[in-house]
């Protein structure tokens, strides 16, 4: 009887057969490239601006800020962004949030 108990399935397959690895790392692959680019978007996002061309191998920011983030909604005046290295251009994030429905409609209507 305990012949049977310790007898394996011979119909069962393995868990490491080379169909599931392939399948795994394919699916780990899929990830990768698809998930990637967002979290280069967002490592961009909390670098400084002086940084972002100077250390561009890194995957990680050295000095994280949310510096970008206030820039975009407009919380930053001309020269603070042009001592740290902006454009100079003012960004109106909030007119714009307001304007995309009427362009929404627009677009859609016409």
Do not use: C, H
Request: no cysteine.
């Amino acid at each position: 009887m305990m012949q049977n108990a310790i007898r394996s399935n011979p119909g069962r397959r393995s868990f490491l057969s080379v169909r599931n690895v392939v399948t795994w790392v394919t699916i780990a692959l899929i990830l990768f490239v698809s998930l990637f680019p967002f979290w280069w978007v967002v490592r961009t996002a909390l670098t400084d601006p002086q940084q972002v061309y100077t250390n561009t191998t890194a995957m990680f920011p050295e000095n994280p800020t949310l510096y970008n983030f206030s820039r975009a909604l407009g919380n930053v005046d001309l020269q603070e962004s042009l001592a740290r290295g902006g454009s100079g251009q003012t960004l109106n994030f909030w007119l714009y949030l307001r304007n995309w429905p009427l362009t929404l409609l627009k677009s859609t209507l016409a």
